[in-house]
């Protein structure tokens, strides 16, 4: 990894979920169940049928909120707070990551597809309280999900960094397309790479990774 291409980075942009965390922890399955509950008892349809609409709407608009929504007008606070109200004993601290992501020089800041106080309680959980300059959620982008290139520009123009001095981790593909777009270095982490023109780097793990950058 030519630690060049990271010289110049001095905004450092987190996804969360299955990026801060890593997926076998299965804190998001314990979201997506209640996702489906919602969907269940908001559109009064099966579980079944519901399950099936929140992965259509994930897949069409980025997330199961931008497609209730947009599809049927849905109120986004009471879901939020709805989904979001899980167990994080599953999440453990990882001094590890806590330490690489310390080392960063620049800002660190957190941007999620849920919502900054759901991302504040898995920072916490993970041991990296205090760690990161600014925690950006949805509503920060207008409820407006990545991969949307309005929720990057809503939430990058209130963080004003920088893209072409800045990198964005992530765990979905999809969402690093705008990042590189932008002039922003890319890193996909996840377990197993997906090659793509909009990725420069993959990793699974994202401590390791961290490590080998300039300090």
């Keep these: 990894m030519p630690k060049q ?4 980075v001095s905004t450092w942009v987190f996804d969360l979920d299955n990026t801060l965390y890593p997926p076998h922890m299965r804190l998001f ?9 919602w969907v ?3 559109l009064n349809v099966d579980r079944a049928r519901a399950d099936d609409l929140r992965t259509h709407y994930w897949q069409t608009y980025g997330t199961t909120l931008a497609g209730l ?3 049927h007008g849905v109120d986004p606070g009471p879901y939020l707070t709805e989904v979001h109200d899980i167990d994080f004993s599953v999440l453990s601290p990882d001094p590890a990551l ?4 310390r080392a960063l020089p620049g800002r660190r800041i957190v941007y999620t597809n849920g919502c900054a106080p759901y991302a504040e309680k898995v920072l916490a959980a993970r041991g990296f309280a205090g760690l990161f300059d600014a925690v950006y959620g949805i509503e920060h982008a207008n409820f407006h999900p990545k991969p949307e290139a309005r929720a990057f520009n809503a939430v990058f123009a209130r963080d004003g960094l920088a893209p072409e001095a800045a990198a964005m981790f992530e765990d979905d593909t999809r969402n690093l397309a705008v990042p590189h777009a932008l002039g922003m270095r890319t890193v996909h ?4 790479p997906e090659p793509a023109p909009h990725i420069h780097y993959h990793t699974d793990n994202l401590a390791d990774f961290l490590s080998r950058l300039p300090g």
């Design 5 to 8: 291409d990271f010289a110049r």
């Design 40 to 42: 269940m008892t908001a």
């Design 98 to 101: 806590a330490d690489a992501l």
């Design 69 to 71: 929504m947009t599809e």
């Design 29 to 37: 399955d314990q979201i997506e169940a209640k996702m489906t509950d």
């Design 189 to 192: 982490v996840a377990p197993t």
